[in-house]
């Protein structure tokens, strides 16, 4: 079988967002062109590895061509997107590896989502082995989202992305740990219990 790879080149929409309520959600990349609409699940500290490494790496960009490239330093107002996910929120698959790449002949932030694969191996240079052929794999590798934005587009993912994740249960004034709503076990109050 083929390799899948949901390809959006400058999508209509590519946000980073979730489901569920704080402490139980589930997060998701989503890109959608027309009515073309593809989800992936991923965990909360991919979403926020993502958005920081895009913001370095868009920072890079900048410094690099001397302020000429084609990418603002904050997020454009005129094209924040706080709107929801589209609905119905279909997994495709659950991202294992993600890569970043910019394209400077277009001017494009390449975004890579491939899903997460398990590999049996012996040792961990098998492991290692494995995984690079699995990499390197066009045809039969795992499924794959890729997305191409403007520097623009990728600032603003970047941008909503860090909200989202901050936007979870408010921390623990004393331990920083998240608070439930019905409050948690503090270790720095000896193990009592600390309200919201």
Known sequence: MSRQVFLYDQPDRFVAGTVGLPGRRTFFLQASAGSRVTSVALEKTQVAALAERMDELLDEVVRRSGGSAAVPAVAPAEITDTAPLDTPVEEEFRVGTMAL????????????????????????????????????????????????????????????????????????????????????????????????
Request: charged share 30%.
């Open 101 to 196: 790449a910019w394209d400077g002949e277009e001017q494009r932030m390449i975004v890579e989502a491939q899903a997460l694969v398990e590999l049996d191996a012996e040792s961990d240079e098998d492991l290692a082995e494995a995984e690079e052929r699995l990499l390197q794999d066009e045809e039969n590798g795992p499924p794959m989202l890729r997305v191409r934005l403007t520097g623009a587009q990728a600032r603003a993912f970047a941008k909503r992305a860090l909200d989202v994740v901050n936007a979870g249960r408010p921390p623990c004034p004393l331990c920083s740990l998240p608070l439930d709503p019905e409050g948690h076990v503090c270790p720095r109050q000896n193990g009592y219990r600390r309200g919201a």
